[in-house]
């Protein structure tokens, strides 16, 4: 198999979902089109694996923290909620960056957002593509942990317009 890793092929690694989102306008099927999406089904073809499952970031996007950001974040506020979390004035969650409580992740600054932040939208209804914003962490107070939306989870999304109309 071969690997297209450079230059103007797709990066290689990963899984090519195509058809799952649609864009905020319908196209005409030029020749163009037409020629283009087959030479994308060929290419997934050849690279795409038969079996298996997806996984989304298995880092939560965090990061180790530097000296200085563990001596700032270290510890719980009196509540028992990582330190550098603050409340949100409009929906009540948790948001900033702080040491994720979990053990796998000691030592780790992660970047934790509200509901407010959600800003994925489809290109063609608008609503919503998951209810939490998409490759992003929320803190949940009842289990005391960090939480990841993988993007993945946008592809579950069904749009509310017809596949033939337009926006």
Request: a positive charge.
């Amino acid at each position: 198999m071969q690997k297209y890793c450079r230059g103007a092929e797709p990066p290689c690694g990963g899984v090519i979902v195509t058809e799952r989102l649609r864009p905020c306008r319908a196209f005409r099927e030029t020749d163009s089109l037409i020629t283009r999406r087959l030479a994308l089904a060929r290419f997934i073809e050849q690279v795409s694996p038969r079996t298996g499952y997806m996984f989304g970031d298995l880092t939560k996007g965090g990061r180790q923290a530097t000296l200085e950001e563990t001596v700032m974040l270290a510890g719980t506020q009196a509540t028992g909620v990582p330190r550098g979390l603050t409340r949100c004035g409009d929906c009540g969650e948790w948001r900033g960056r702080c040491l994720d409580p979990s053990p796998r992740f000691a030592g780790h600054v992660m970047e934790v957002l509200c509901r407010c932040a959600n800003d994925n939208r489809c290109g063609a209804c608008g609503r919503l593509l998951h209810d939490r914003k998409l490759n992003a962490n929320y803190y949940d107070e009842a289990d005391g942990q960090i939480w990841h939306t993988p993007g993945l989870s946008g592809l579950g999304h069904v749009c509310a317009i017809a596949k033939s109309s337009q926006c």
